[in-house]
């Protein structure tokens, strides 16, 4: 079964008839808003793991939280079940639509709402790009944290749905770190406010559940975002090494000497010599590695740890180190490390980008078990990640056209998931699970955790009709995907029943 089929166990079988949703829903939401030719729907058939594609049943596109409101009640009523959307640059095919549901897209919920320079916040609709807002509040000194390299295009409904990390997210914290107060509502069509604009709130914290939630427990409406001041001063290190452990323990050295920089991203050589290929950022191509350590702060805190990094990486064996000059060199070093991903594009028809964290102690350890991996299957992987939060991003290089390929890849995908899981690190680091990664939550979580987590979406959803199929794996996919992967001779989940 391919990761794009839905499982028996998450299929929700309904029988209405399009042409009675589309009657029931007319009256609250404008013709122009529900497409459903195909021609229309084409572009909503993927996200950005584009490997998966399904044609929708109906794209609807409100533009009032009355027509969220009313959609939400309708295919409630009628038992049909809805795939969120924000941009679609999502890369665990969190908004892979469904071919008997609704595509909710918030493309329409475009507006930042209010800025309050004193309180450092920001409301915005959930379509707001995640770039948008601190070019927004620039000209109050402020900015948005969260930095996803898809920031340009990325929603920030998107970024709380899967609790989006970036750059800065080392030292500023993720998502769920830097939002204060979300609106949503719920698949019965309810508004429920989570958080607040204080500093806490009574009750469960339920901000912190619905971030990284994928879509799956309501429909974000309205975002208050945190703002930080723009910092006096940021500066950028480059190192360049021979060897890609030597890079990985540099890592570990730089954190357990109590420096805490603004981003510690790490690329190894394919990723090097692609970026440097594409965007011409001066990178030193015969480095096996190179690590870019920006340090921000204060002018001061600035000049003295930007010379303990660089004493650090000298004793970590590092073989060029450079320090930007000035803004333009800081923005050309950075230039290769955002354009990575597309210039790794460049080197083959398709490659698949995986995302598992694991303890930063063992990045050297895990990249030489990447390499093994890619080895053992005769497939390319770059890697380019948040090496400072220990986060990997592999990109494996595979040609779809070539019969087999895919498969390969997301066999080498689920081994390497599988290798983070082993050295004590999760299946996902920032860009969720989906249904890229739902088997591996089979080897990730016991049937006891997992049958907590479908309590949670019973809560909120008792019917199961948001994004079925997605993040959570029923045990039944489970017990399948325990037949087909076992690893030297050990059953995962051996107290499940096979059936
Ligand atoms: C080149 C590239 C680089 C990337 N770099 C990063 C990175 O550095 N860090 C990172 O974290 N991610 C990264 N991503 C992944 C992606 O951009 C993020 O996951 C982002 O948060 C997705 O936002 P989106 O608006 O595109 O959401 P979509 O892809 O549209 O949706 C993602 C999930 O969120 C749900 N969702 C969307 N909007 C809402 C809403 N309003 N209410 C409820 N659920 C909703 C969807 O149902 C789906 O499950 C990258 C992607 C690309 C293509």
Known sequence: MSLVDSHPSERIEHRVPL????????????????????EDTHPYE???????RRAPWLVVLPETVDQVQHVMRTCSALGVPVVVRGAGTGLSGGALPLDNGVLLSLAKFSRILDIDPLARTARVQPGVRNLAISQACHTHGLYYAPDPSSQIACSIGGNVAENAGGVHCLKYGLTVHNILQVKLITMTGEPMTLGSEALDTPGFDLLALITGSEGMLGVIVEITVRLLPLPERAQVVLAAFDDVVRAGEAVGRIISAGIIPAGLEMMDNPAIRAAEAFVHADYPVEAEAILLCEIDGTNEEVSEQIMAVRTLLDACGATEIRTARDEAERQRFWRGRKAAFPAIGRLSPDYYCMDGTIPRARLAEVLVGIRALSDEYGLAVANVFHAGDGNLHPLILYDANQPGELERTEELGGRILELCVAVGGTITGEHGVGIEKINQMCVQFTPAALAQ???????????????????????????????????????????LERF
């Open 19 to 38: 042409e009675q949703l589309l009657r029931r829903l007319r009256p609250t939401v404008p013709e122009t808003a529900l497409l459903y030719a195909p």
């Open 46 to 52: 993927c996200d950005g793991l584009s490997a998966y």
């Open 453 to 495: 987590f479908h309590a949670v979406k019973h809560a909120f959803d008792p019917a199961g009709l948001l994004n079925p199929g997605k993040a959570v794996p029923t045990l039944h996919r489970c017990a399948e995907f325990g037949a087909m992967h076992v690893h030297h001779n050990a059953l995962p989940h051996p107290e």
